[in-house]
């Protein structure tokens, strides 16, 4: 039997080092894992009592509302006012999604169809890649090159913005959708507001839609305060933005994210929502809406976690010979592959680390081929854990000097 929509499908090559962590762990190795980005912070406290004391209630436990309730979606218009300023309708300028991983990926099926076009950074978190090719559409992969490489020292995004244009004038049929996505994951490249307004212009001078994924909206380091593209002028003409409480709360398993934005985009998508599903477990909707209004610095808390963790990390790496600038923003570090080690592609640099450093990270192909010789690390381990991580890497890369 043929399934249409996967067979295509290349392998997803972080099983790979997965496969190789498992096998290690099992022949008792402790490997220190810094791939798969999965926060280890807690979820705020508040979150988990009030999880507790709205599952008790028999009512929350029917069906929900897809959408959200109405002061969840209130709340995080209130998020939205108190950080950035920005004005939301929660009736129709706001919808739940379960989680931004969902949104998105049904995002995509509402925005472009068989024979549409979309334009996505490179490298770029997978489902960014993916989302619309399971929507049938042809995908341009605009390159970051510059603005994503943390040895490249200076202003790029005219470069960005070149490319961008090139994407958009070369090719038939000109594309829809434009994916972009900062802070960055994989990279950590950051914009600032200016960079923003200049996508909104160019997205509402060729009709076209950007979809903004900010689930790195509150990590930023270093004084930096990442924007949300709302802010630019006129931008609910033409953006919708992804908010999670995934990373700003540490709460990845609740599934709790927000489409928001440009009102029509965002009821098309509360349309086939309706079909799909009957939204989150109304309890943790409950609790999502308590803890946006009554515990909203905890993402600050979780900031300087990850600010510290980056800290250990780079510091530490440099020390063997692994320098890498500080990135300014998300939960990631995203790593050259070492001169010594270039002539292995990322697949086998990462497998030699879990073979002789017992650390495991993100083989930058992963992203897209425009990840090919970098790897990246997550700030998903503790400082005493980071440092053990450094100290095996000394062991392990004996090339570095």
């Given at each position: 039997?043929?399934?249409?929509?996967?067979?295509?499908?290349?392998?997803?090559?972080?099983?790979?080092?997965?496969?190789?962590?498992?096998?290690?762990?099992?022949?008792?190795?402790?490997?220190?894992?810094?791939?798969?980005?999965?926060?280890?912070?807690?979820?705020?406290?508040?979150?988990v009592?009030?999880l507790?004391?709205?599952?008790?209630?028999?009512?929350?436990?029917?069906?929900?509302?897809?959408?959200?309730?109405?002061?969840?979606?209130?709340?995080?218009s209130?998020?939205?006012?108190?950080?950035?300023?920005?004005?939301?309708?929660?009736?129709?300028?706001?919808?739940?999604?379960?989680?931004?991983?969902?949104?998105?990926?049904?995002?995509?099926?509402?925005?472009?169809?068989?024979?549409?076009?979309?334009?996505?950074?490179?490298?770029?978190?997978?489902?960014?890649?993916?989302?619309?090719?399971?929507?049938?559409?042809?995908?341009?992969q605009?390159?970051?090159?510059?603005?994503?490489?943390?040895?490249?020292?200076?202003?790029f995004?005219?470069?960005?913005?070149?490319?961008?244009?090139?994407?958009y004038?070369?090719?038939?049929?000109?594309?829809?959708?434009?994916?972009?996505?900062?802070?960055?994951?994989?990279?950590?490249?950051?914009?600032?507001?200016?960079?923003?307004?200049?996508?909104?212009?160019?997205?509402?001078?060729?009709?076209?839609?950007?979809?903004?994924?900010?689930?790195?909206?509150?990590?930023?380091?270093?004084?930096?305060?990442?924007?949300?593209?709302?802010?630019?002028?006129?931008?609910?003409?033409?953006?919708v933005?992804?908010?999670?409480?995934?990373?700003?709360?540490?709460?990845?398993?609740?599934?709790?994210?927000?489409?928001?934005?440009?009102?029509?985009?965002?009821?098309?998508?509360?349309?086939?929502?309706?079909?799909?599903?009957?939204?989150?477990?109304?309890?943790?909707?409950?609790?999502?809406?308590?803890?946006?209004?009554?515990?909203?610095?905890?993402?600050?808390?979780?900031?300087?976690?990850?600010e510290?963790?980056?800290?250990?990390?780079?510091?530490?790496?440099?020390?063997?010979?692994?320098?890498?600038?500080?990135?300014?923003?998300?939960?990631?570090?995203?790593?050259?592959?070492?001169?010594?080690?270039?002539?292995?592609?990322?697949?086998?640099?990462?497998?030699?680390?879990?073979?002789?450093?017992?650390?495991?990270?993100?083989?930058?192909?992963?992203?897209?081929?425009?990840?090919?010789?970098?790897?990246?690390?997550?700030?998903i381990?503790?400082?005493?854990?980071?440092?053990?991580?450094?100290?095996?890497?000394?062991?392990?890369?004996?090339?570095?000097?």
């Open positions: 039997m043929e399934f249409r929509r996967i067979t295509n499908l290349p392998p997803y090559v972080f099983t790979i080092i997965n496969n190789l962590k498992i096998e290690a762990r099992r022949a008792g190795v402790d490997v220190i894992d810094l791939g798969f980005g999965n926060p280890d912070i807690p979820s705020p406290q508040i979150a009592d009030k507790g004391e709205a599952a008790q209630i028999a009512r929350n436990h029917r069906y929900s509302l897809s959408r959200g309730l109405p002061k969840l979606r209130e709340a995080v209130a998020l939205y006012e108190r950080k950035w300023g920005v004005s939301l309708d929660p009736e129709l300028e706001v919808t739940n999604t379960i989680g931004s991983k969902e949104g998105f990926s049904h995002l995509m099926w509402v925005l472009l169809d068989r024979g549409d076009a979309a334009i996505v950074p490179s490298p770029s978190y997978p489902i960014h890649i993916y989302g619309p090719l399971f929507a049938g559409a042809d995908l341009r605009v390159p970051m090159r510059h603005l994503a490489d943390p040895r490249v020292q200076g202003d995004t005219g470069d960005f913005f070149d490319n961008l244009t090139t994407a004038e070369v090719g038939w049929p000109k594309p829809r959708v434009l994916v972009i996505s900062f802070p960055h994951n994989p990279t950590g490249a950051v914009v600032d507001l200016d960079f923003m307004q200049r996508v909104v212009d160019f997205c509402r001078e060729r009709e076209m839609i950007v979809v903004h994924d900010f689930a790195y909206a509150d990590v930023g380091f270093d004084g930096y305060e990442p924007p949300s593209i709302l802010q630019a002028e006129g931008a609910k003409e033409c953006a933005e992804l908010y999670s409480m995934t990373k700003s709360f540490s709460m990845a398993g609740w599934r709790v994210a927000f489409l928001v934005g440009n009102r029509d985009v965002v009821q098309a998508l509360v349309k086939l929502k309706s079909y799909l599903d009957y939204g989150t477990f109304q309890p943790v909707q409950i609790a999502a809406t308590v803890t946006m209004n009554e515990a909203p610095d905890y993402p600050k808390e979780v900031c300087s976690i990850y510290s963790r980056r800290d250990a990390l780079i510091d530490g790496l440099a020390r063997i010979g692994w320098d890498i600038p500080k990135p300014k923003g998300s939960m990631f570090v995203w790593a050259p592959i070492p001169e010594p080690y270039a002539d292995m592609n990322s697949v086998e640099f990462c497998s030699h680390l879990v073979r002789e450093c017992e650390v495991a990270l993100s083989p930058g192909v992963g992203f897209g081929p425009g990840g090919e010789g970098f790897a990246r690390f997550a700030l381990e503790n400082e005493r854990r980071i440092a053990q991580g450094i100290r095996n890497l000394k062991r392990g890369l004996v090339k570095l000097g």
